[in-house]
């Protein structure tokens, strides 16, 4: 592992190399320091930037390999499992140079969170799985559609609303970096709680249950309204995961750090002051 020749946590860009791919990475904010996983897969950072939460942590925001200015694998786009970005997350710990760090996961990002929490826990204080679920597949994939159904008959006059479900159709099809794009811009709509008022696979590599042997202190985050990662998969964690505790943002979708920042920030500020409290 390489590394650039800057403090690792200083604010700003830096880059770390990996197993013979670059890693790239943002430092904002102070306080402890909170590595932040952004979803997708294959999806920018910097949708992921969190002002109100960096006034109270030190914030990393890695961009996942195969994403941005990060390196891609010879295979892409294929071969970004969970193990693989546990990996890149693990290498990145250890070159921020801290004995602990907090880990949140939004997204995607929440089950590469769960993998490594699992797997790794040795360097992680504490878990933020922010819209996450316990498992991928067919049921994933039934809930997902029954909340897009509803999503569609609320907004069934819009004239917007066809090329958003055209977008959903679209997913199976994807083969490459531009389809991904103009399908996540396609999708947006629908990960909002009113996204137009606003702006005028069971299969998994982790299993339900290993959830149930997760001992790192965990925070479950969930909008109201997000048909991806819905609130009844963040109440599976929560009943899964022993000792954790569950938000859910009542007037967001899936990108509460957006929509409700404030309560968003209080609730993981809260969350980290608490594990990092002497005796707790």
């Known amino acids: 592992m390489t590394t650039s020749a800057t403090e690792p946590l200083a604010a700003g860009t830096h880059t770390v190399e990996i197993d013979g791919v670059v890693q790239r990475y943002h430092v904002h904010g102070t306080g402890p320091v909170c590595v932040a996983h952004s979803g997708g897969p294959g ?134 970096d531009a389809q991904m794009t103009a399908v996540a811009r396609g999708l947006l709509p629908a990960y909002f709680a009113d996204y137009w008022r606003r702006t005028s696979p069971r299969t998994s590599s982790t299993t339900v249950r290993d959830l149930g042997s997760l001992t790192v202190p965990t925070l479950v985050v969930v909008g109201r309204h997000d048909v991806i990662c819905g609130v009844r998969w963040a109440e599976e964690l929560h009943l899964l995961i ?16 957006l929509e409700e920042p404030e309560a968003f920030s209080q609730a993981v500020t809260r969350f980290v002051t608490a594990v990092n409290s002497p005796g707790s």
């Open 43 to 176: 999806i920018v950072w910097e949708y992921l930037r969190m002002p109100a939460l960096e006034r109270h942590l030190t914030i990393v925001y890695p961009e996942p390999i195969g994403t941005g200015a990060s390196g891609h694998l010879p295979s892409h786009p294929h071969g970004y499992t969970r193990p693989r970005y546990s990996r890149f997350l693990g290498a990145l710990v250890e070159h921020l140079g801290v004995p602990e760090v907090f880990l949140l996961g939004h997204s995607h990002g929440g089950f590469v969170a769960q993998y490594h929490a699992l797997h790794h826990p040795e360097r992680i204080a504490g878990v933020i799985l922010y819209e996450s679920a316990p498992l991928t597949g067919p049921e994933h994939g039934a809930e997902a559609m029954r909340l897009v159904q509803s999503f569609a008959a609320l907004h069934a006059d819009h004239p917007e609303l066809p090329e958003v479900l055209a977008a959903f159709q679209a997913i199976p099809t994807i083969s490459g």
């Open 242 to 257: 022993p000792g954790s505790e569950l938000l859910v943002l009542e007037n967001s979708g899936h990108f509460g750090h």
